[in-house]
């Protein structure tokens, strides 16, 4: 089970942290990804990270602005967003697997706006 | 980036009917292609990975194939409960890209 948490409207600019919460399953054996879903739009892949966090991926969009990580220990997968636009609005899924997704989170909504 | 392009964008078919929809690749991605579902309201779900592997669950009326650039996704005989939009995704590179999606309805 993955629960995301963190979600808020934040004015342009803002800074937000995700946090996605697993169980139910190993969470130091696998890749874990954050995908966004515009409002009414298309599934859109944010970043990836390996299992031990020495590996991270991001969309051109997102580079040099979000950050993915976890913490083993916790069980607990994160994504720093700084310098938010109004185009990141989206529901933001935390799922596991950085190749293909399954299962995903209910997603926490991000609102990007003044 | 590779681009995926998904045919058609949406569909009406009756309960019954054999549903074909087609994903294409702006280059060849081997078999590194996954479908997901996505039921209105709810949340993705991975149907197939591989290009023609069924993920545990999911209903022998759903299959895969295709390899290359070409990908297909057959509903073999369309039930009420398919209402969705299926998404295809590349994971042979980095950016994983998705298709933007084929809305599917009942007739």
């Known amino acids: 089970q993955l629960v995301e948490s963190g979600g808020d409207l934040v004015q342009p600019g803002g800074s937000l942290r995700l946090s996605c919460a697993a169980s139910?399953?190993?969470?130091?054996?696998?890749?874990m990804s954050w995908v966004r879903q515009a409002p009414g739009k298309g599934l859109e892949w944010v970043a990836n990270?390996?299992?031990?966090?020495?590996?991270?991926n991001y969309v051109d969009s997102v580079k040099g602005r979000f950050t993915i990580s976890r913490d083993n220990a916790e069980n607990s997968l994160y994504l720093q967003m700084n310098s938010l636009r109004a185009e990141d609005t989206a529901v933001y899924y935390c799922?596991?697997?950085?190749?293909?997704?399954?299962?995903w989170g209910q997603g926490a909504l991000v609102t990007v706006s003044s | 980036d590779i681009q995926m392009t998904q045919s058609p964008s949406s569909l009406s078919a009756s309960v019954g009917d054999r549903v074909t929809i087609t994903c294409r690749a702006s280059?060849?991605?081997?078999?590194?292609l996954a479908w997901y579902q996505q039921k209105p309201g709810k949340i993705p779900k991975l149907l197939i990975y591989a290009a023609s592997t069924l993920q545990s669950g999911v209903p022998s009326r759903f299959s895969g194939s295709g390899s290359g650039t070409d990908f297909t996704l057959t509903i073999s005989s369309l039930q009420p409960e398919d209402v969705a939009t299926y998404y295809c995704?590349?994971?042979?590179?980095?950016?994983?890209?998705f298709g933007q999606g084929t809305k599917v309805e009942i007739k």
């Open positions: 139910g399953f190993t969470f130091s054996n696998f890749w």
């Open positions: 995704q590349n994971y042979n590179s980095v950016p994983r890209t």
């Open positions: 280059q060849a991605i081997s078999s590194y």
């Open positions: 799922a596991r697997g950085g190749r293909y997704f399954d299962p």
């Open positions: 990270i390996k299992q031990d966090g020495g590996e991270k």
